[in-house]
């Protein structure tokens, strides 16, 4: 009988760490093109493409269980270097608003953007419009550095997107790794139409303000940004490269269907 209930146990243990799990790992923020294709183009790996434009653009805010707001959510487009072109963004709930101006988000001296655009960059938007190198982002974060949100490749635009809500199982995990796992987390997904022209391509990223509390009274807020597996890219591929990039893409989506078969 003790034997018998030791495996019980075990199989409780085994079947609830299978069902969180999928839960704990949606990331606190990504990007996804609807109808994109997963895979890697050149040094952009394990990416959502698109060369249709305009597209539609999820960006998904999650909340974990300890988190109290996702606020100053921010999308990030990395843009060649030397090319301009034209970007229209429009829908969320509070549209998309170019970011160019030095602006505090509290009392306590935090910036987003932390300095001045310093570059024009779009044809469509009158001013300074975007970044040079990296230091708008906000003072003293460490974010991770996948291609090609990287110095010396991209320039930068930024676009407040606003706060994200707790809504119950309203987030997916758009992993590029596997299989899209649906409205498994709690949080908020905005959906955009993005148009591009001009630029052979443009990456998108997402990063925001998360406070979790860890405590009756101890609320640790930090700047968080989407994985390197979550992220987005329209491209328009050079003419030598449109066949190869092309079948490399759809193969890998290919055996990603094949396995959830």
Do not use: C
Not at 65 to 76: F, G, I, N, W, Y
Not at 81 to 102: C, E, K, N, P, S
Not at 157 to 163: E, Q, S
Not at 177 to 196: C, L, M, Q, R, W
């Amino acid at each position: 009988m003790m034997k018998m209930l030791k495996i019980s146990s075990g199989l409780l243990l085994v079947i609830s760490l299978l069902f969180s799990q999928p839960v704990l790992a949606v990331p606190t923020l990504q990007t996804y093109i609807v109808g994109g294709t997963a895979g890697t183009l050149g040094f952009d790996e394990d990416t959502w493409f698109t060369g249709t434009s305009p597209f539609s653009l999820i960006v998904a805010g999650a909340y974990g269980p300890k988190t109290v707001s996702l606020k100053e959510v921010t999308l990030l487009l990395s843009v060649p270097q030397g090319q301009t072109g034209t970007i229209t963004i429009a829908g969320g709930d509070v549209g998309a608003t170019l970011l160019t101006t030095r602006k505090e988000i509290d009392s306590t001296g935090l910036y987003n953007p932390e300095t001045n655009a310093n570059i024009d960059l779009l044809t469509n938007a009158a001013g300074i419009d975007g970044y040079t190198s990296k230091n708008f982002l906000p003072a003293g974060v460490t974010f991770n550095n996948h291609y090609p949100f990287k110095e010396g490749v991209s320039y930068f635009l930024i676009y407040g997107i606003g706060d994200f809500d707790k809504i119950l199982h309203a987030v997916s995990n758009y992993t590029t790794e596997g299989p899209i796992e649906y409205n498994i987390a709690d949080g908020e997904e905005k959906t955009f139409t993005v148009s591009v022209g001009g630029f052979t391509w443009a990456h998108f990223d997402a990063y925001g303000y998360e406070t979790n509390q860890l405590g009756n009274k101890n609320f640790v807020s930090t700047w968080e940004i989407n994985p390197g597996s979550h992220d987005s890219t329209y491209i328009i591929p050079a003419p030598g490269a449109i066949l190869l990039g092309g079948i490399g893409v759809a193969l890998v989506g290919w055996l990603r269907r094949r396995r959830t078969i």
